[in-house]
């Protein structure tokens, strides 16, 4: 391990991750959930905790969700479980898997290259947009994230420290991964051990410094259970997972066959734009300085065990392989992140940067600002910034309903947040007859429509509700309807007294 050069940056440094981890906490808190991605996931855990069924995701009520693996919505679930039905609760599964991320990463970065560069890495891993946006954000990503840097790092530390140890470690990534997102966490960290291993041909190491026969038993205990399990509850879990998520969808563009919303088709090679503004304010400060160094980047390159090259694959074939899929979305590029952060730091110690090396902090310190500012916009003008039911259902809630009222939104899409902060109570639907007969039974129930679809509603259920609130989200107005007083059932008709004869 290098030692540490100790210039003033680190303190700085220290304290720019702090500020990132309070700004972090205050948006998790403060921002409600959106729709649709984050509340979706939001409210598939809500109802595994609801309904105590811990093998099955249910999209809906009886209808199963067979696009992701459990990981992600288990943690969720169980922090719902310990501290309450709440955004916080449901975000910050994704928060420890993201400092866990961190954790890896730097452990790697201190024993290949010391002190220096495992700060370095630290901030520029932390300080990224789109790690920072997903380290707190309801979703499969971080989880993903987790298990890829779990299975490089502990290859890494097995070869160079022959170590059991982590070996074994190696083989939990792999577990992990299964149950974070699929086969896909294990071909995003085959590609570049693969390659790497025959670059520098390592395939003597590669078998005797990893438990293959013990390793891969504790892998299929970690996951396979699940998958059995799974589909023996729901038949055709499998081939849809398997065959639809990971081959149709990566191989056919608009995939038809999404039984949850729609394929992302976009054009080929699309992930390198996402990547370069998922890497701000690195990609705009590493750009312009490797053209600066060109002709120092060979002598900058050297190294006796074939370090730089590990990361450089770890970072470059997540994008190759993405390049390859034309339906993408911006946090596809999430498995490299660590691996660009591990590079960006060793090529800025090489540099001998520590020493002037003062913007790290500052440009580490951009994300933070950027997620002050937008909770700052969700808090003072939530209706300008984003999607959510929250304030909608707050509002519904301070009317007190009874237990067996009802809400129903007239609405082709199913508005998640609405469900989550309802507790599964807010149904969406455009069957007249159903909202027809919110009007025969005894309660007082509600709707909620857009009012530009207002219209839309058969006259004698407009006759029969009035507004009690209207709620902006961006473009659209939600209206809050309220059923006039339903009349109260007819008291039982009772015999007439009769006087005795």
């Not at 391990?1 to 210039?7: C, E, I, L, T, V």
């Not at 975000?91 to 002190?115: E, K, Q, Y």
């Not at 639907?429 to 219209?455: G, M, Q, W």
């Amino acid at each position: 391990m290098k030692p540490s050069s100790r210039p003033g940056w680190q303190r700085q440094a220290v304290f720019v991750l702090l500020a990132l981890i309070v700004v972090r906490l205050l948006a998790m808190a403060l921002i409600p959930l959106n729709d649709t991605t984050e509340a979706r996931y939001a409210e598939i855990a809500r109802k595994m905790l609801e309904t105590g069924n811990w093998v099955t995701l249910w999209h809906d009520y009886q209808i199963p969700f067979w696009a992701k693996p459990p990981l992600s919505t288990w943690l969720s679930a169980a922090f719902m479980g310990a501290f309450g039905v709440n955004e916080l609760a449901a975000r910050l599964p994704a928060l420890l898997l993201s400092v866990g991320t961190v954790a890896l990463t730097a452990s790697l970065a201190a024993a290949r290259s010391g002190r220096d560069a495992a700060l370095a890495c630290v901030l520029v891993l932390s300080g990224g947009l789109l790690f920072y946006l997903a380290a707190g954000t309801v979703m499969t990503d971080p989880a993903l994230m987790f298990s890829v840097t779990l299975i490089q790092t502990a290859f890494w530390h097995a070869l160079a420290q022959r170590s059991r140890r982590w070996g074994y470690a190696f083989f939990v990534g792999m577990g992990v991964g299964l149950l974070a997102k699929g086969p896909v966490a294990i071909v995003l960290a085959a590609m570049p051990i693969g390659l790497w291993v025959i670059a520098r041909k390592q395939w003597k190491p590669l078998w005797q410094h990893l438990p293959w026969f013990g390793g891969l038993v504790v892998t299929l205990l970690i996951a396979a259970p699940w998958y059995l399990l799974a589909e023996h509850r729901t038949p055709g879990f499998l081939n849809y997972f398997i065959m639809g998520e990971h081959v149709s969808r990566f191989l056919d563009p608009g995939w038809k066959g999404d039984r949850y919303g729609f394929a992302h088709a976009t054009p080929h090679g699309m992930i390198w734009p996402y990547t370069v503004a998922a890497l701000l304010p690195w990609s705009l400060a590493m750009l312009p300085w490797l053209a600066r160094q060109r002709r120092r980047l060979p002598a900058l390159c050297r190294d006796q065990d074939g370090w730089l090259l590990y990361i450089a694959l770890w970072t470059l074939m997540t994008l190759l392989f993405f390049s390859l899929s034309g339906n993408i979305i911006w946090p596809y590029s999430m498995p490299m992140l660590p691996g660009f952060a591990l590079l960006f730091a060793e090529l800025w110690q090489r540099a001998d940067l520590p020493q002037r090396g003062r913007w790290l902090p500052a440009l580490g310190l951009v994300s933070a600002v950027i997620a002050l500012a937008a909770t700052a916009a969700f808090v003072l003008r939530p209706e300008a910034v984003g999607r959510s039911q929250k304030r909608l259902i707050d509002a519904w809630q301070h009317e007190q309903p009874s237990s067996d009222s009802q809400l129903l939104y007239w609405d082709r899409r199913r508005e998640f947040s609405a469900e989550f902060y309802s507790a599964g109570r807010a149904r969406s639907s455009t069957d007249s007859a159903r909202f027809e007969a919110l009007l025969h039974n005894t309660t007082r129930d509600y709707i909620a429509v857009d009012a530009k679809e207002v219209a839309e509603l058969p006259p004698v259920v407009r006759a029969g509700f009035e507004e009690v609130g209207r709620f902006r989200n961006m473009k659209d107005v939600t209206l809050l309807l309220r059923e006039h007083q339903p009349p109260r059932p007819a008291a039982p008709a009772t015999e007439p007294l009769r006087s005795p004869t």
